[in-house]
């Protein structure tokens, strides 16, 4: 079992297969770090792999009300949050690392693989001196964030799709609360 491990996503919002992914790791280490990617608007960078990723309808939470909606969906599901820490991840620069994630050498990235654009992270990641552990090798990505957003939009059943924290989260930023 790692010491240090971290999962990374932007969580627009975070749904029940982000959890599976937290919770997979977490199986495999004693601590782990959620990078929260794209954290402030000025970072939204195109990504030809992705090319919704860096739209402002794809992006419409804020790093905090992320980081709650993790937050909160962890202790749901009762899970030891002083097991987790929660930092800004600045993606597509790499000086930056540095300063808000742990030391490469003592950290396990937890990669699931779902496209070209997790295999260029993957590379970032090695390049950068992580180990890497992929998640789930094979699997199939049934919720992504955008259906979610979609459902939303249209009024559709989207709280099946996201943990208790989440849907709480959102409750809260349609009442001005968050």
Sequence with gaps: MAHLGMI?????????????????????????????TNPEPSEFNEEVTSGHRHLPASNPY?????????????????????????????IFDTS??????????STVQYVRLFSSWERKKVGLFYAYGFQVEILDEGAVKNI????????MEVGGDWKKLVPDGTIQVIEMIKNGLL
């Design 8 to 36: 990374h996503g932007r969580f627009q919002p975070f749904h029940k297969e982000h959890l599976q992914y937290l919770l997979s790791a977490l199986e495999r280490c004693e601590h782990c770090v959620v990078g929260i």
């Design 62 to 90: 804020t790093y905090f009300q992320r980081a709650e909606m993790i937050r909160r969906s962890l202790i749901a599901e009762r899970i030891e949050i002083n097991k987790i820490s929660f930092v800004p991840f600045h």
């Design 96 to 105: 930056k690392w540095y300063f808000y994630l742990p030391k490469p050498n």
């Design 144 to 151: 992504e964030a955008t259906q979610v957003r979609q459902l």
